[in-house]
Nanobody, 119 residues
């Protein structure tokens, strides 16, 4: 079994910062891409950022210059550094990883962590 555990969410004032972490554990042979997504109330889940195994990144236009995705392959962990947070960043944030379990690649998801930006 593979499990993704997220941490780092919370309540922050506009302009503040948070750092999300997502660690994978279980029967993992290798991890391909990692990513962060978010879902605000009443809206569809949207891509925030992705990072390949080699470290190439892609950030949504709405977070470029404010958010940075990174990964530690040895720790099987992906991070999302969020700076200059805005109220519209309020959402549940989910991590996702493409994990090879020696049989096939499977997309796994974390349980979600709430980020609330409010004064």
């Amino acid at each position: 079994q593979v499990q993704l555990v997220e941490s780092g969410g919370g309540l922050v004032q506009p302009g503040g910062s948070l750092r999300l972490s997502c660690a994978a554990s279980g029967s993992i042979f290798s991890i391909n891409s990692m990513g962060w997504y978010r879902q605000a109330p009443g809206k569809e889940r949207e891509l925030v950022a992705t990072i390949t195994r080699g470290g190439s990144t892609n950030h949504a236009d709405s977070v470029k210059g404010r958010f940075t995705i990174s990964r530690d392959n040895a720790k099987k962990t992906v991070y999302l550094q969020m700076n200059s947070l805005k109220p519209e960043d309020t959402a549940v944030y989910y991590c996702s990883m493409g994990i090879y379990n020696a049989i096939s690649f499977v997309d796994y998801w974390g349980q979600g962590t709430q980020v609330a930006v409010s004064s």
